[in-house]
């Protein structure tokens, strides 16, 4: 068996087409969409993200700011910088970029941001809004990943989905998301004992823990769909993913890395700044 590949980069084009007509039409209205992303870190790598978002932001007519507060910001700092944002008119999204400072986690100062303008799902009141089915941005990642299954027609009603990785921005969200298709879903995390044990049940297997190739052929039912959030820098300076590229031989769909998840996440944090 060698896995279809699940792609992104056509649904993540056609979002941020439909993402340029909205901006288009808002901009030839007086205002262009603004996005304003708050970082506080020296972390080049995240630096290298904001950039290239800011870039992807300007291609479909979305105004984009970058807020650096520095890797010295304090709590108070960046609390202060998100309520004014989310109190100003003039700015439609608002993204807490990580990493934050050392020994500051993200639900301390996330919750500043206002819902409305939560674009990337990081106030604890969005992912608290998604669990209750309420109206509410999901993490763009998380929502990435449903839309990609939708965009290849797996049908997830009923399906066993496995979600290796708990963490606020995908794992817990993405099984709110998988609860609410009616998939039957058990998340996974390191301290999940016999892990192959568990994962290879599954019909849809998702990992997002950020560990280079950790599931491999054994912890994969054949047949089953795979979803890989993973992107693990390379010493070359390329990315490799959570899953093996051997699981290709197991499962009947794999999503690459890159040009997975990530081009549909990206598309979807834009999609979320016009709507």
């Not at 997002?208 to 190739?213: L, S």
Request: aromatic share 2%.
């Amino acid at each position: 068996m060698t896995a279809q590949p699940l792609g992104g980069r056509e649904l993540a084009a056609r979002i941020r087409a439909r993402v340029t007509e909205l901006a288009g039409a808002r901009r030839a209205g007086g205002r262009a969409p603004r996005l304003v992303i708050v970082t506080a870190t020296d972390d080049e790598a995240s630096a290298w993200y904001v950039r290239s978002l800011a870039s992807a932001a300007g291609k479909v007519g979305i105004d984009c700011d970058v807020a650096d507060l520095g890797p010295l910001a304090t709590a108070g700092d960046i609390t202060a910088r998100l309520t004014a944002l989310s109190q100003d008119d003039a700015v439609d999204g608002v993204m807490l970029q990580t990493p934050l400072p050392a020994g500051l986690a993200l639900a301390e100062v996330s919750g500043a941001i206002d819902p409305a303008k939560d674009v990337d799902g990081a106030n604890p009141l969005s992912l608290g809004r998604l669990a209750v089915g309420r109206p509410a941005y999901a993490p763009a990642t998380a929502a990435a990943v449903v839309a990609l299954l939708d965009e290849y027609a797996v049908d997830l009603a009923g399906a066993r989905a496995v979600v290796v990785g708990r963490s606020a921005v995908v794992g817990k969200p993405l099984a709110h998301l998988l609860l609410d298709r009616d998939a039957t879903v058990t998340v996974c995390h390191s301290r999940t004992r016999d892990l192959a044990a568990v994962t290879s049940t599954a019909d849809v297997l998702v990992a997002a823990v950020g560990r280079t190739h950790l599931i491999t052929p054994e912890h994969v039912r054949a047949g089953a769909v795979v979803v890989d959030v993973g992107t693990n820098p390379t010493p070359d300076g390329g990315l490799a993913g959570d899953v093996d590229p051997a699981v290709a031989s197991v499962a009947s769909a794999l999503t690459p890395v890159p040009g997975g998840v990530g081009p549909v996440t990206t598309a979807l944090l834009l999609q979320n700044v016009v709507d």
